[in-house]
């Protein structure tokens, strides 16, 4: 599975767009793009997922770049409750679905 | 709701002891997954299995156990507990088939091994 890389910290206003980038210069053809959240103490939490396409769903966006080298989940309204660290994983879809974590994003919310 | 739940929250153990932790998801997905999350590590994964009867490896397996007797129980057991399994504990599930799963992770277990 392609290696990921993020900053290590983030802050945004609260009420703001937090768009956190990703990058993965050496994914290939069948990996997906997944972020996952960690906040404090809490088991991680999906948040979306794609291959080529920018997705949307409840929680947030993702656009991925033309040539999938790298990505930007955007939260479109922080709230204090975003703070938390985020996970970009690239993985390969198929029999295999183990995730392989990084370091992530830690995303500080400011009020 | 269906949902994922791990037991004990909280373990305070004594080295050698084997010690178990379960995980209980109620979704009916075949595969369960066992992670460790350590400070300066992230989350590694420790067992995990596509389904009843199967079980594999993953990355820091070397301590630990897992059986699957049936679809909605991975219990994790530490044969003989040492200090340096002293960590927080996740279990997650995904269902099978899909091409691009997600899975869903419990609260986790935060075992301390004296």
């Known amino acids: 599975d392609a290696k990921t890389t993020q900053p290590p910290s983030m802050d945004c206003a609260e009420g703001r767009a937090a768009n956190l980038p990703c990058n993965h210069s050496t994914i290939s053809g069948n990996e997906y793009v997944y972020w996952y959240r960690q906040i404090h103490s809490q088991g991680p939490q999906y948040i979306i997922h794609?291959?080529?396409n920018n997705e949307t769903n409840e929680m947030a966006s993702l656009i991925i770049t033309e040539d999938r080298k790298s990505s930007t989940l955007i939260l479109p309204h922080a709230t204090l409750r975003d703070t938390a660290v985020y996970y970009c994983i690239v993985r390969r879809g198929g029999a295999t679905n183990k995730l392989i974590f990084g370091t992530g994003t830690l995303l500080a919310v400011q009020p | 709701d269906a949902e994922i739940t791990q037991s004990p929250r909280h373990k305070i153990t004594e080295t050698g002891r084997q010690v178990t932790l379960a995980c209980h998801q109620t979704w009916n997905h075949n595969n369960m997954f066992w992670y460790r999350q350590d400070l300066g590590h992230g989350l590694r994964l420790i067992h995990y299995?596509?389904?009843?009867?199967?079980?594999n490896k993953g990355e820091v397996s070397d301590g630990y156990s897992v059986s699957r007797s049936n679809t909605e129980d991975l219990p994790l057991t530490l044969e003989s507990a040492a200090s340096s399994q002293t960590s927080v504990y996740f279990c997650a599930s995904s269902e099978k088939g899909m091409s691009a799963d997600t899975q869903y992770f419990g609260p986790g277990t935060r075992l301390t091994v004296l």
């Open positions: 299995s596509y389904g009843v009867q199967d079980t």
């Open positions: 794609g291959l080529k």
